[in-house]
């Protein structure tokens, strides 16, 4: 047993509302209107936030790997993973969805193949030829609808930094060349993975309401801690922590920022609230959660 999953030995995490249900069956229903699939992963957590039953809702369609974040990630680690999924068969495109421009040809030039392909198979049976249909699918809060913004150059859908903002799925014309069919986030109905279920819960895939605050911070900083020390030292200003006792560390932050009761006791649920904030507003750049070596 890893040092992530004793930490959270005790702690199960599930969460498969209903809608994600229906989300599944309307993929399914509508698959063969489709013509490519660009499944959108977070690049912090390349394996965790991959659907682990792609394969069975897309079927044989030609898929793109888009990954978005890539500029808050680890490029080291995750590019081990960019090179894993090409040899899977995956056209891969990491993107930076706030300052990367021309996001639109990008993803046009990496599905230039799929549409070569089928405008050519409409040629030969006398068809004029037609835009590019593909399925937006991911997890939720990977940054969907913030792609889509980006590509039609206007907000198109809602976004917001929590999952379940898209609660149904919908076409989007693009241009003349591109129509996308935008779908809600989706997990399925057993996380079996728990650390992959923590690494969604840290990094906003699953709803806050239902986890235990002080459960998701030590888990927050025990990966942290593990794998990149010297960001959790210099965010707040401490020389070492004792994994073991994450107490001494919770009260130098609530001391350090102000996260005190009356009395000058230590307000813990606002020190949990902080370091989980941290994490959301990307105040720990360069860092993945996952490793090339949890691939099964």
């Not at 835009?131 to 913030?146: E, W």
């Not at 279920?197 to 911070?217: F, G, M, R, Y």
Request: aromatic share 8%.
């Amino acid at each position: 047993m890893n040092k992530e999953e004793k930490v959270f030995s005790n702690t199960v995490i599930n969460w498969f509302p209903g809608h994600m249900a229906k989300t599944r069956r309307e993929i399914k229903e509508n698959i063969n209107l489709v013509d490519i699939v660009y499944e959108v992963i977070d690049s912090r957590m390349p394996l965790s936030s991959k659907i682990i039953d792609i394969d069975e809702l897309i079927g044989n369609k030609d898929k793109v790997l888009i990954m978005t974040k890539y500029d808050l990630c680890d490029k080291t680690e995750t590019n081990k993973f960019i090179d894993y999924y090409k040899s899977l068969g995956y056209k891969v495109l990491p993107v930076d969805l706030i300052g990367m421009k021309d996001i639109s040809k990008q993803v046009l030039d990496i599905s230039q193949d799929t549409y070569n392909k089928l405008n050519e198979s409409r040629k030969n049976k006398g068809l004029k030829p037609r835009s590019l249909r593909a399925l937006v699918i991911g997890v939720p809060n990977v940054g969907k609808s913030t792609l889509i913004n980006r590509l039609v150059n206007k907000k198109a859908t809602n976004v917001g930094n929590k999952p379940g903002v898209t609660k149904s799925i919908s076409w989007i014309r693009i241009n003349k060349d591109l129509e996308l069919l935008d779908t809600p986030g989706i997990l399925w109905p057993k996380l079996e993975n728990q650390k992959f279920a923590h690494n969604l819960a840290v990094l906003s895939s699953i709803k806050e309401e239902i986890l235990d605050q002080e459960q998701l911070t030590k888990y927050i900083i025990e990966v942290l801690y593990t794998l990149y020390p010297e960001k959790i030292k210099e965010r707040y200003k401490v020389e070492s922590i004792d994994l073991n006792n994450l107490v001494e560390f919770y009260n130098h932050i609530g001391k350090n920022r102000g996260a005190l009761l009356k009395g000058n006791e230590i307000d813990y649920d606002k020190v949990f609230s902080i370091i989980i904030n941290d994490l959301k507003t990307n105040k720990f750049e360069n860092i993945t959660f996952d490793r090339i070596e949890e691939v099964e």
